[in-house]
């Protein structure tokens, strides 16, 4: 039963969720999992910038991603996700080769920061928003499968970055991987084609239609000038007795194309901003905001702060790895329990136990074996949370317009993001001289808390309308 199921985006779906996959291995990996090997060799390169100045040009990087999300997720909607993909493709390629000739740091934030951000926004969200178009009954997993790219992309293409640049140097690396950015995402973006609505499949059934009643009509003509045996020409029907009811076909399909089209008919920017008064999206918004402040601080400070209790950096870049690896394989495991029992009691119990890793065990980590064990937990429920958004929205919304609302939600959590990281490290300094983590894991565990407080609020709302008509739960965003 289950692997009959998995049939149900068909061939374009699976090879939509691979494109997916592929495109989320290399969209984040330059500004946040590989970055701090960058970082490494850009303070050799630029030793007069401090450490924070080169660690915002990842920062601002992944914001832009974000920020501009909304007006990519208009883009994919309006003129489809493969152009869009492409285009972000070729963006980022042309970033990381400009990026790779910079002799200032604000040629880094430029390149590698900004352009590449905004390229990144442009191939991210129509691939995030493609897998929920094909599967209903397994789009947890699908979705799982396609975000647990950025894990895979950063454990092949970490030490990948690290030996290029012991061979070729950290420009001649960044070349590299831009070659490889702009063949596999140009190539995954081929696959990331949206699922037709349901106009194209009615358009080729009235044609069918068409074709058969004047086929019908040609072998009528044939008939009743036809010649018999006798030499006397045979009228089987001199006034067509179709005609009528052609014309009652034809004002059907008629009405049906103009319904369809009004259907599908693109949301202007204006429009798309209309869903903002729907409080189960205010709600994922709202949380998606919180949790991003919160979200890269425990990634960002995890192996510092083993060193900080007293273990090796080494052991501290262990359990990051290992919180990482647990990550991917905690995103695709996750969304099939999601598939089975729910996607929102599994996008809810996420929520809170991310909470509970940062402000229960974070807390209490002061071994290896604490310390990993927050890093799992977190890793594996934040995941699985980023995950089940988009399945949230297209659970609350369908996928008409989903690249724009995840578009726009991204967009106000990419805010958040330029917030998070840069506060935390300068609540950090100001522990100084007596260095303390308290202040800094407060920061982290209160933004989640109340991350799973909105995604609380949502499932109240989503559980209450799914309960009403459809024409009511949705009559907030008709202009989608």
């Not at 990051?320 to 969304?335: D, E, P, Q």
Request: proline share 4%; aromatic share 12%.
């Amino acid at each position: 039963m289950f692997l009959k199921s998995l049939q149900e985006g068909g061939t374009k779906g699976w090879l939509a969720v691979l494109g997916s996959f592929l495109i989320h291995c290399f969209v984040f990996a330059p500004t946040e999992f590989i970055f701090g090997i960058f970082e490494h060799h850009y303070q050799i390169v630029f030793p007069g910038a401090s450490a924070s100045s080169i660690a915002f040009v990842g920062t601002t990087g992944s914001g832009i991603t974000y920020l501009t999300g909304f007006l990519s997720g208009i883009v994919a909607d309006r003129f489809g996700y493969r152009p869009t993909a492409f285009i972000g493709t070729v963006i980022m390629t042309v970033s990381l080769v400009l990026a790779s000739f910079s002799t200032a740091l604000w040629h880094l934030y430029a390149c590698h920061g900004v352009l590449f951000g905004f390229g990144a926004s442009f191939a991210y969200t129509p691939a995030i928003a493609v897998p929920s178009q094909y599967f209903s009954l397994n789009r947890g997993l699908v979705i799982g499968l396609a975000v647990s790219g950025t894990g895979m992309g950063g454990f092949v293409l970490a030490p990948m970055t690290q030996a290029l640049i012991d061979k070729v140097g950290v420009f001649w690396t960044l070349r590299v991987i831009a070659a490889l950015t702009f063949v596999v995402c140009g190539l995954a973006s081929l696959l990331i084609k949206e699922k037709k609505d349901d106009l194209d499949s009615l358009l080729a059934t009235i044609a069918h239609q068409e074709e058969t009643l004047n086929n019908s009509k040609d072998q009528e003509h044939t008939l009743g000038g036809s010649s018999t045996d006798y030499g006397e020409t045979t009228t089987v029907c001199e006034k067509d007795p179709e005609q009528p009811i052609t014309t009652t076909i034809e004002q059907q399909e008629q009405e049906q194309k103009q319904e369809l089209s009004r259907n599908n008919k693109k949301p202007s920017f204006l429009q798309s901003l209309h869903v903002l008064k729907d409080p189960q999206f205010l709600s994922l918004t709202l949380a998606n905001v919180t949790v991003s402040i919160g979200y890269l601080v425990p990634l960002y400070y995890m192996q510092t702060y083993a060193v900080f209790i007293g273990l090796t950096p080494e052991q501290g870049a262990l359990i990051l790895g290992l919180a990482n690896g647990s990550g991917f394989a905690g995103r695709v495991l996750l969304g099939l329990i999601a598939d089975r029992v729910s996607n929102t009691k599994t996008l809810l119990f996420s929520a809170w136990a991310t909470a509970f890793s940062v402000m229960v065990l974070w807390f209490i980590a002061k071994s290896f074996g604490t310390l990993l064990l927050m890093g799992i937990t977190f890793n594996v429920f934040a995941g699985c949370y980023i995950s089940l958004v988009p399945v949230a929205v297209a659970e609350s919304f369908g996928t008409q317009t989903i690249a724009s609302m995840i578009g726009l939600m991204y967009a106000v959590g990419g805010i958040a993001i330029w917030v998070g990281s840069p506060l935390a490290g300068f609540i950090l300094d100001s522990t100084l001289p007596n260095l303390s983590y308290t202040p800094v894991i407060w920061t982290a565990g209160v933004s989640v808390l109340l991350a799973a407080m909105f995604v609380t609020s949502w499932a109240i709302f989503h559980w209450r309308a799914i309960r009403t008509p459809i024409a009511g739960r949705r009559q907030s965003v008709t202009v989608l």
